[in-house]
């Protein structure tokens, strides 16, 4: 078929790189540049270049895309969409779709990995029970071998980080406040829930302690006023309900909602991360 209606492109005279027509599911556009923010349009393509250097090309990091048709077909991403198609001729169309939530991943719960940007986040991914690495220090290169590693799910707001084609599995992180990140990747992944099992600080499993054991770790105030402890297993943190208890089962019960599976959760374009 030819191309046809608002922003599509005439294929050029004979001997011009074969045409190629997008349609991008809204949800989408707040990821491609303004020009291509429409139902479809139309951008010349070498025969060579696959599915994901076409995806890439216009600002979609394939970690962000969901279902994939060529003229109306499943097509993977190393599929060439213009191969064989003479310069000229009829115009093959992509369709592409939004990632489906909730998103299954590889390993079951999914285990995070977050850069540094997101280490409020972190702490609130672990508060809940999650799995969440949080890696401040660690160059882009590091972040996409640790994910590869240990079967991570890289959670990012750097759009260019997740072009990275050795990224294993990951996510752009919308929402600029760390409650609306939380919501998104909650609603995204809609993982099971275990809070007040992980230290917020470094995410390592917290077990019951008793206050005679703890004692000199926890102020004279708290010691007389409680009876329940947690201890961290790896940073030796200590816990108890304090004062900010009333907050963090508020934090709780919220993300209980976004995580129930069809709740629609992050599933917004506006109000995304920056490029």
Do not use: K
Not at 75 to 89: E, K, N, Q
């Amino acid at each position: 078929m030819s191309p046809s209606g608002p922003g599509a492109q005439d294929p050029g005279p004979p001997g011009a790189v074969p045409q190629l027509v997008l349609e991008v599911d809204p949800a989408l556009w707040f990821l491609l540049a303004p020009r291509h923010r429409r139902p479809r349009f139309g951008l010349p393509v070498p025969a060579t270049d696959t599915v994901g250097h076409v995806v890439r090309a216009v600002g979609l990091p394939p970690t962000e895309i969901g279902p994939v048709h060529l003229d109306g077909r499943p097509a993977d991403l190393d599929r060439r969409p213009t191969a064989g198609v003479p310069p000229g001729g009829a115009a093959p169309v992509l369709t592409v779709g939004p990632r489906p939530r909730p998103q299954s991943t590889r390993s079951s719960p999914p285990r995070f990995l977050l850069d540094v940007h997101l280490g409020a986040l972190a702490r609130r991914l672990r508060l809940l029970g999650l799995d969440a690495a949080w890696e401040p220090e660690a160059e882009d290169a590091e972040l996409v071998a640790r994910a590869l590693r240990e079967g991570r799910v890289l959670l990012t707001q750097d759009r260019g980080l997740l072009h990275r084609g050795a990224v294993p599995e990951g996510a752009l992180v919308r929402g600029r406040a760390p409650d609306e990140q939380l919501d998104d990747v909650l609603g995204r992944f809609a993982p099971p829930l275990a809070p007040w099992t992980r230290c917020p600080r470094c995410g390592a499993a917290l077990v019951a302690a008793d206050p005679h054991e703890v004692a000199d770790r926890v102020p004279p105030r708290a010691l007389a006023a409680h009876t329940a402890f947690r201890r961290c297993t790896g940073c030796g943190q200590v816990y108890w309900r304090g004062a900010h208890a009333r907050r963090l089962d508020a934090l709780v019960a919220r993300a209980r909602d976004a995580a129930r599976p069809g709740n629609g959760a992050g599933e917004r374009g506006a109000g995304g991360p920056s490029a």
